[in-house]
């Protein structure tokens, strides 16, 4: 890789911390009860790659989308549900996952108490630690010493993240472990047609491979066997971060509001379970009041504007009202102003009269 560029994969550092409790109950076997603490026991150490960008090195985020019709679905409209060998799906509800029985015990029952060579190594699963309560420590004593001396495990009947689950006690170190159990058609059976065939070894050849076993013979130490890939992964890193082969990553964009889109799609996720769970209802009425709203809003503009030209109009007419009024004196003056004058013309001519005579 050219110097600058970013790393096609980026390691994934995680911080070691003090492992935490999962599950809180009691080991029961006849009358006696054993409170006890669930540690898991094992993890893994694989250096974890995310898939990057290679021109700015964003992470490379997977949207779930719709094999039928291509869209993005969000989390409230998805549903579980399993296909049959026959190729149908079938859809489960969340009613249907209720009417489930669900073990949600606190009690790790012990069964039964089997020899520990009878238990199939291909049948465990997972390991988990079981510290014993401060005032349990003496029964806990008693079934590890019990279990160590009688060289049995304990097959017991546990629920864990609510599932019941097949499961046996045995004793490592000073620790007595839990370890789960796959269900016996979960072991796949081997199925090797030439292995079913008559082999001929010779006596030569058996006396050849038991000397061979003989010499590796050695006690087994897991402590001096080491994961080379994962040490050879770790030195590759460093020496590029010493080198300066790595890029500050950049961060994705943000709105104005600083929230990135994975919280805007879970806020709107969120929002949208909301509304599913109450049935639409509230979102339904809103809607409606807000069409009748806008379909209010065009009639009120109407009203409003009508009433504002029958404004106009009263005031139009009431001006025209005044200025009547005004002029209607005036003519009633320019009326009288004649007869005025002709009743001055008869007088003068009665004057004229009275002197002639």
């Not at 291509?70 to 009613?95: N, P, Q």
């Not at 009688?150 to 045995?170: G, N």
Request: net charge neutral; aromatic share 4%.
């Amino acid at each position: 890789m050219r110097t600058g560029a970013y790393p096609v994969a980026v390691l994934s550092v995680k911080e070691v911390v003090r492992v935490r409790s999962m599950w809180k109950g009691s080991v029961s076997f006849g009358l006696v009860s054993i409170p006890v603490k669930l540690y898991t026991a094992t993890g893994g150490h694989d250096i974890r790659f995310h898939q990057v960008h290679e021109a700015d090195g964003g992470r490379i985020r997977f949207k779930r989308t719709c094999e039928v019709c291509g869209e993005e679905v969000a989390y409230a409209d998805i549903a579980k549900g399993c296909e049959s060998e026959d190729g149908r799906s079938v859809l489960l509800t969340d009613d249907d996952l209720n009417a489930l029985p669900v073990a949600s015990g606190r009690e790790i029952d012990v069964v039964e108490f089997v020899p520990a060579e009878q238990v199939d190594p291909m049948l465990m699963d997972k390991s988990y630690y079981l510290e014993p309560d401060g005032k349990a420590a003496k029964p806990y004593a008693l079934l590890r010493e019990a279990l160590g001396t009688t060289e049995r495990m304990a097959v017991v009947r546990v629920a864990l993240r609510q599932r019941e689950t097949l499961a046996v006690l045995r004793v490592r170190d000073n620790v007595i472990v839990l370890q789960t159990l796959l269900w016996p058609d979960e072991v796949r059976a081997a199925d090797f047609p030439v292995l079913s065939e008559d082999i001929d070894l010779r006596p030569q050849e058996l006396t050849m491979a038991e000397s061979l076993v003989e010499s590796l013979a050695a006690d087994f130490d897991p402590e001096q066997f080491e994961d080379e890939y994962k040490l050879a992964m770790q030195g590759l890193l460093d020496t590029k971060l010493d080198g300066g082969d790595a890029t500050e990553l950049l961060k994705p964009d943000t709105d104005e509001t600083g929230e990135d889109a994975d919280v805007v799609d879970l806020v709107a996720a969120l929002r949208a379970s909301v509304d599913k769970a109450k049935g639409g209802k509230e979102s339904s009425s809103s809607t409606s009041a807000a069409d009748e709203r806008a379909a209010k809003k065009p009639a009120a503009r109407n009203a409003a504007a009508k009433k504002q030209s029958a404004k106009k109009d009263a005031v139009n007419k009431q001006t025209a009202t005044k200025t009547a009024a005004k002029k209607q004196p005036a003519k009633k003056t320019a009326a009288k102003k004649p007869a005025k004058k002709t009743a001055a013309k008869k007088q003068t001519a009665k004057n004229a009269a009275r002197k002639s005579a």
